[in-house]
């Protein structure tokens, strides 16, 4: 299946099914000599995986990563490194009753006219599952990123459905599993969760992610933008309909003498670009917002057609989150440090030796 390698420079193939014996991703592109062990990549993993709370999928998957290649005596080598997570956990037999049907919402229909085949348990490649080896390689990117240039990037989630939840306190975000932002309010979040659970529907999500400490500089022109790499990789999130940066949709209401952030000596006054100017970044933070729609595979029954176009009932059993956007938070973050580390090395490849008297200025608050 083509579509399944990200990058130019730091490439990400990843392969595998729901419910095969594994899943995985071979990264290329690393460059040699850093440090590089599970250890560095599990963290991320288990904030990812499955079964952390009762709000998401009760499959019970450690995720626990193997470094197969590309590492020798604790570094990596610049060769390919294929990181590999077994699964250990699928209830194939959950997904029987919609082998001849299409779940509504899913991609069940769209895979069956492209290719002529599906697999039907849990979704085969089109599930969410396939997002941890993608955080795995988010995790090398990140890990080289913060080394090399000392950038960090963290995310939350800032709406459940209806509910706005204000960004108030970064360190509250590992205190809860909504990766909110808040001490406040975590009550009401999980009522709305146990109520999706017992009436068997969903709801989607708004998640906000950043990368501070950015040189100015990555990114090109026209088709190559940092910001249009980065809806790229977002969109390609499952569940992800929209992506915003910066401002985003909310530049529609405002005046150009607002939007555009004035430069000072001391430093921008705003940034409402979201650290990119020209498809290049400005040196601000990047801010990131993506939505994510409500979980397809529900238990309430929904109308569909089966594979001779009759009509029928499709009702999704098995285990499933009632908001898929709880854990893609890492997920924003691992897809962010990706398109990072591809543009860093690209901006290495051609003008890492540019030099300008122009002092850097310090990004908004």
């Known amino acids: 299946m083509s579509g399944s390698t990200f990058g130019t420079l730091f490439t990400v193939t990843n392969f595998g099914e729901s419910h095969g014996p594994a899943i995985g991703c071979v990264i290329d592109g690393c460059p040699?000599?850093?440090?590089?062990?599970?250890?560095?990549?599990?963290?991320?993993?288990?904030?990812?995986?499955?079964?952390?709370?009762?709000h998401v999928t009760q499959r019970n998957e450690a995720d626990a990563v193997e470094?197969?290649?590309?590492?020798?005596?604790g570094k990596t080598t610049g060769t390919p490194i294929c990181l590999l997570i077994r699964?250990?956990?699928?209830?194939?037999?959950?997904?029987?009753?919609?082998?001849?049907?299409f779940r509504p919402g899913h991609a069940d229909y769209t895979y069956w006219h492209k290719y002529g085949i599906r697999d039907p348990r849990g979704g085969g490649r089109s599930s969410a599952r396939l997002t941890a080896p993608m955080v795995g390689a988010g995790a090398v990117a990140r890990k080289w990123l913060h080394e090399h240039h000392g950038i960090t990037i963290r995310g939350c989630m800032t709406?459940?459905?209806?509910?706005?939840?204000?960004?108030?306190?970064?360190?509250?975000?590992?205190?809860?599993?909504?990766?909110?932002?808040?001490?406040q309010g975590i009550d009401a979040l999980e009522a709305r969760m146990d109520a999706l659970r017992k009436a068997g529907d969903s709801v989607g999500a708004r998640l906000y992610v950043e990368a501070r400490g950015m040189p100015v500089g990555w990114g090109a022109p026209l088709f190559d933008k940092l910001d249009a790499d980065i809806a790229y990789a977002m969109m390609g999130i499952n569940a992800v309909k929209g992506v915003e940066i910066g401002a985003g949709f909310g530049c529609v209401a405002?005046?150009?003498?607002?939007?555009?952030?004035?430069?000072?000596?001391?430093?921008?006054?705003?940034?409402?670009?979201?650290?990119?100017?020209?498809?290049?970044?400005?040196?601000?933070?990047?801010?990131?917002?993506?939505?994510?729609?409500?979980?397809?595979?529900?238990?309430?029954p929904r109308r569909?057609?089966?594979?001779?176009?009759?009509?029928?009932?499709?009702?999704?059993?098995?285990?499933?989150?009632?908001?898929?956007g709880i854990r893609a938070t890492p997920i924003a973050e691992a897809m962010l440090a990706l398109v990072l580390m591809d543009h860093a090395l690209r901006h290495r490849a051609q003008c890492g030796e540019v030099r300008v008297d122009t002092p850097v200025i310090p990004g908004a608050a």
Not at 88 to 100: C, E, H, L, M, V
Not at 304 to 324: N, Y
């Open 159 to 183: 709406a459940l459905g209806d509910i706005a939840i204000p960004v108030e306190d970064w360190s509250q975000v590992d205190q809860n599993p909504f990766f909110a932002a808040t001490a």
């Open 254 to 300: 405002q005046h150009g003498s607002e939007h555009g952030d004035e430069l000072l000596p001391e430093g921008f006054a705003s940034n409402h670009a979201g650290g990119v100017l020209g498809g290049i970044s400005s040196g601000q933070d990047l801010r990131v917002s993506i939505a994510i729609k409500p979980t397809s595979s529900i238990r309430t």
């Open 87 to 101: 699964n250990t956990d699928q209830r194939s037999k959950d997904y029987g009753n919609i082998a001849q049907t």
């Open 67 to 73: 470094i197969l290649s590309g590492v020798y005596e």
């Open 304 to 324: 569909s057609i089966d594979l001779a176009g009759q009509p029928a009932v499709v009702e999704t059993f098995g285990r499933h989150d009632p908001c898929v």
């Open 32 to 54: 040699p000599g850093m440090a590089l062990s599970e250890a560095d990549i599990q963290p991320d993993l288990d904030k990812r995986r499955p079964g952390t709370s009762r």
